[in-house]
């Protein structure tokens, strides 16, 4: 199926600001969809003379015409005629044809599409004319604001030039709009944008006011206010704002209105976020709380290293000196991976930045005064979760350890290279060192998968209960030994899902 992007694609003959024009329609016609209760679609014409359907815009207000995706179809060449007069006029041109779709009576609207001097396509409005039978007054304000908007395409004045939005605002037409004077005072307010305002605590008709004195007669003296809320409440410019009183928040957009002599009026949509906004606050807030529980157990982590320190210095037993140092390495790393999870938002941790600081770590506590032992990396372990990065951190400061504690035994010089490659949540890892080389590091039982030392063992139980993967030693391609792991990411697999 044909996208946006590939239909713009096929005219060579526009420049990168008219698709820029063309994809800022489509990001905001959906207001105008559901204030006229109508279909729209974007018809381009083709340097081979068809029409192709570039987009296309349902409402949310009514029943769509339309169930199926037009989009890249071409249009019936019965409508050339009809499309090529709409494509020449300089405003609305309306066809003199009521069609059928489906059981529906329609009757299409069209609105060039200018930009710099150019008619770039056609915005066809479908309309069920059984959408105009026996309308009220809410229904009649706004087929009459959808109306102005969709006329003000072909002046090059709707998608705005300079709209000023923070992104937020999402509210739809159904959730509440009112329609302002060109001096701010409120014409028509929907019911639901009077429960908006209801809800931040405003007790006055809102007909015949000032948007503006509604609103800011809701604030408290010493309340602070987002600067772009004046030009929403006057509707003088496309911004977006919020406004909040009385415990409850509601997000406003102002869409101005105008002919071809200037500002008329404008359209404001409202939406009671008030709920959202406290569950934000209530996420920031555990957000907060997680980022400080990591940041108090590596804290604590950090505490038991410093403790199995000064324990192994008072100790006369060089092999219990030894024993007391891995152990100190194995909390290090552990608190390591909660030190990263205390810098971010969520439970993920990006594993890269984490293992690379823990694996030069760990090389440069296991190598002797005169050693220069390098590591590098190629490839990404990508984002994960806790769950996953705590054994797996284990598991490769393991490895490392043992190449350069016995890889490198008597040497001045080496290098280990760690080999990532992750597809979903299957990762597969090589660590290879260019060391002694297979034989001599299994003299110290720890190049082979069977062995019995501390590490070993620590490497195949989360390897093979954690991960249910696999891990194979074997001579390195260039000396040295590599070692292959291969796993499945459990909690990765559960974020996915």
Not at 443 to 449: L, N, R
Request: negative net charge; hydrophobic residues 40%.
């Amino acid at each position: 199926m044909a996208v946006f992007t590939q239909i713009l694609a096929m005219r060579p003959d526009f420049t990168d600001a008219d698709r820029e024009w063309l994809h800022q329609l489509v990001t905001d016609w959906q207001v105008i969809a559901d204030l006229s209760f109508a279909d729209l679609l974007l018809i381009l014409p083709m340097p081979d003379g068809r029409y192709v359907v570039a987009d296309q815009c349902r409402p949310s207000t009514v029943m769509t015409l339309r169930s199926e995706d037009v989009v890249g179809k071409e249009v019936d060449r019965e409508l050339d005629g009809e499309l090529d007069a709409a494509m020449h006029a300089t405003s609305i041109f309306r066809s003199t044809v009521m069609r059928s779709i489906g059981k529906s009576t329609v009757c299409n609207v069209y609105a060039p599409v200018r930009h710099e001097g150019k008619t770039l396509g056609l915005v066809v409005r479908e309309t069920n004319m059984a959408t105009r039978e026996s309308n009220g007054r809410y229904e009649s304000e706004s087929i009459n604001a959808g109306k102005q908007l969709y006329e003000m395409i072909p002046r090059g004045q709707f998608p705005y030039h300079d709209p000023v939005m923070n992104q937020r605002h999402n509210a739809r037409v159904a959730d509440g709009f009112i329609i302002l004077t060109v001096d701010g005072i409120v014409r028509y307010a929907a019911p639901n944008a009077v429960s908006c305002f209801r809800r931040l605590g405003s007790l006055s008709t809102m007909q015949g006011q000032y948007l503006s004195e509604v609103g800011t007669q809701l604030l408290h003296t010493n309340d602070t206010f987002p600067e772009s809320l004046p030009l929403v409440l006057s509707g003088k410019a496309a911004v977006d704002s919020e406004l909040e009183a009385n415990r409850s928040a509601v997000s406003m957009r102002s869409l101005p209105l105008y002919d071809a002599n200037g500002r008329t009026g404008a359209i404001v949509l409202c939406r009671d976020v008030t709920e959202l906004r406290r569950r934000d606050v209530e996420l920031q807030t555990k957000d907060a709380t997680i980022s400080e529980i990591h940041h108090r157990v590596k804290n604590n982590l950090q505490s038991i290293s410093a403790l199995l320190r000064l324990q192994a210095r008072k100790t006369q037993s060089q092999e219990v000196k030894k024993e007391l140092a891995e152990a100190q390495r194995r909390v290090q790393t552990i608190a390591m991976v909660h030190e990263g999870l205390s810098q971010t938002a969520d439970e993920m941790v990006d594993f890269d930045k984490v293992i690379s600081k823990l694996l030069k770590m760990s090389v440069d506590l296991a190598t002797m005064s005169d050693q220069r032992i390098d590591i590098d990396f190629d490839g990404s372990f990508g984002l994960m979760p806790a769950q996953d990065a705590t054994p797996l951190s284990l598991v490769l400061t393991e490895l490392v350890t043992n190449a350069v504690e016995h890889g490198f035994e008597g040497r001045q010089q080496g290098h280990i290279l760690i080999r990532a490659k992750r597809t979903g949540t299957h990762l597969d890892i090589a660590v290879e060192d260019d060391g002694s080389g297979i034989e001599a590091e299994e003299e110290h039982g720890m190049a082979k998968s069977s062995g019995s030392g501390l590490g070993t063992q620590i490497i195949n139980t989360f390897v093979t209960n954690d991960f249910a993967g696999s891990v194979h030693w074997e001579p390195g391609e260039q000396g040295g030994t590599k070692v292959i792991v291969s796993i499945n990411l459990r909690a990765a697999q559960a974020e996915q899902n």
